[in-house]
């Protein structure tokens, strides 16, 4: 069962859930850290990296001995990847999305793919808690391929929880396709709501099943609660605006272990969800 | 020769538009017959990502050999460099401005990017 944990806005808890629902179910789950751009759950787990794998993505090579310059690959490409100017094409690396098109249309086959380094994949092992964690290297603009390769690692034994990325853009997309699951974390207040609502459309856009989580209920207003209402979407736990939570956040510590009676509504929230698939 | 300048508005007294891979159109000067024609760029104006490589195509079919903006991203500028296209850059207020300028002998080539992608 894989259960990605998303939100359309950033800093509403997705790492608080995701690190504390792999804790309670600790030692049958893996956790996924999918937000490759700043991949953070390993701050609320002791453990060191045991195993570290570079991920590499393929981009286009021009062979140039072998080119005649008929610019078929650059009319091919829907990124402008490849654009043919001069006598030879250009490739833009950074630019293409590895579909491969330019290798079958090219006429001479003087193109092929090489892989380029993109990030590493870092695993831990925390007190039962098997962690995967896709880190970007600094300057590489898309995290996709890189999330797929952490998704690669996915053990289809046990429950899998996915931290992913914030927003409802392509490293999303890539993180909650084939997700049994989504929880949308959000926050009572104006900003809550409006990316709520895109990250609903997201979800729905895809047919992954989905529910809400309310974080810091206390603060803003009721309007998320209406909205959830309105569109018949369950809301499965609502976590209070408690100071001994946001103490033990800053500090890396899990909100089962510093708030106990956390652990049972966390607890609940796995069943609802469990029940729903 | 052809020289394409970045601009917003249809004619020589328009402004010069500062940015290459996302002006609003190009402005194609011949210098041999002093007479110009318009290339709208409104589609690589609204492109998520690039703009700049697509504005070097569009005016590397143009036939221009040359050309004036106020700014030149990392993609553009190797694309145009590939093509053999030369770029200067202008602060210059408007197109004629700019045309004066390079008449003039008073425009600088550009020699690397001199803004980052997206700027």
Request: with cysteine; glycine share 8%; aromatic share 6%.
């Amino acid at each position: 069962m894989i259960v990605a944990i998303a939100s359309g806005k950033g800093g509403t808890g997705k790492t608080t859930l995701s690190v504390n629902l792999a804790k309670m179910l600790a030692p049958n789950v893996q956790l996924l850290d999918c937000d490759v751009e700043a991949p953070n759950c390993h701050l609320f787990l002791e453990g060191e990296v045991h195993e570290r794998i570079i991920v590499n993505r393929l981009v286009p090579h021009i062979d140039e001995t072998r080119c005649n310059a008929c610019g078929e690959c650059a009319r091919f490409c829907a990124f402008h990847a490849i654009a043919m100017l001069g006598t030879v094409p250009l490739v833009f690396p950074e630019m293409c999305h590895e579909c491969g098109g330019c290798v079958k249309v090219c006429p001479v086959k003087a193109i092929k793919e090489k892989g380029q380094p993109i990030g590493v994949i870092e695993k831990r092992q925390s007190q039962g808690v098997p962690l995967v964690q896709g880190r970007l290297d600094i300057g590489v603009a898309m995290a996709p391929p890189l999330i797929r390769a952490v998704k690669a690692c996915i053990n289809k034994e046990t429950t899998v929880i996915i931290d992913a990325p914030p927003g409802t853009s392509c490293p999303v997309l890539a993180t909650v396709r084939d997700a049994d699951f989504t929880v949308l974390v959000t926050e009572p207040t104006p900003f809550g709501l409006n990316d709520l609502a895109l990250a609903v459309g997201m979800v729905r856009a895809l047919g992954v099943p989905f529910g809400v989580v309310i974080n810091r209920t206390g603060i803003g207003d009721a309007r998320v609660h209406d909205y959830c209402r309105a569109q018949d979407i369950p809301i499965l736990l609502e976590i209070p605006d408690d100071r001994r939570i946001a103490e033990a956040y800053s500090r890396g510590i899990a909100v089962i272990d510093a708030v106990p009676e956390m652990r049972e509504h966390f607890l609940n929230l796995f069943n609802k969800i469990r029940q729903t698939i | 020769m052809k020289i394409a300048f970045t601009t917003s508005g249809n004619d020589l007294q328009a402004p010069l538009d500062s940015r290459f891979g996302r002006a609003p159109k190009f402005l194609i000067y011949d210098l041999d017959s002093s007479a110009f024609e318009l290339i709208d760029n409104q589609q690589n104006l609204n492109a998520a990502q690039g703009a700049g490589i697509q504005s070097a195509e569009t005016v590397a079919k143009s036939g221009a050999q040359a050309v004036v903006t106020g700014h030149c991203g990392p993609k553009a500028f190797r694309a145009l460099n590939a093509a053999g296209i030369t770029i200067y850059t202008s602060d210059a207020p408007s197109v004629a401005g700019a045309l004066d300028l390079y008449r003039q002998g008073q425009l600088k080539k550009a020699e690397t990017a001199d803004v980052e992608g997206h700027w």
